[in-house]
Nanobody
Framework: QVQLVESGGGSVEAGGSLSLSCAAS??????????MAWFRQTPGHEREGVAL???????TYADFVKGRFTISGDNAKNTVYLQMTNLKPEDTAMYYC??????????????????WGQGTQVTVSS
């Protein structure tokens, strides 16, 4: 089993910045191959991939956040961060940390995730 604990988020005006953090831990002898991502979801919509980071430090971004969001992390500590800048009202959503090696193998857009964080709300006002 893998547990993901998120922190950060909150409310900001358009054009502002926020940061999210997520720490993963494994129990029961579960081996973690680093592959962590951020997704987001708004009411009535499917969860969508935002950014992905693999064990080599290679990042993948959804088109709608390229140039504005930066994903980073520490492979040894199983942590992942999301720095969000130039936020827009349409970025308002519940943001979820995700862990699943399949994302790095098959792509962020597949949404193949077994382990999710509890979610943290990001609200951007106009």
């Amino acid at each position: 089993q893998v547990q993901l604990v998120e922190s950060g988020g909150g409310s900001v005006e358009a054009g502002g910045s926020l940061s999210l953090s997520c720490a993963a831990s494994a129990s029961g002898g579960t081996y973690m191959s680093y592959c962590m991502a951020w997704f987001r979801q708004t009411p009535g919509h499917e969860r969508e991939g935002v950014a992905l980071l693999d064990s080599q430090g290679s990042a993948t971004y959804a088109d709608f956040v390229k140039g504005r969001f930066t994903i980073s992390g520490d492979n040894a500590k199983n942590t992942v961060y999301l720095q969000m800048t130039n936020l827009k009202p349409e970025d308002t959503a519940m943001y979820y940390c995700a862990f699943d090696p399949r994302l790095c193998r098959y792509g962020l857009e597949t949404g193949l995730v077994d382990y999710w964080g509890q979610g943290t709300q990001v609200t951007v006002s106009s």
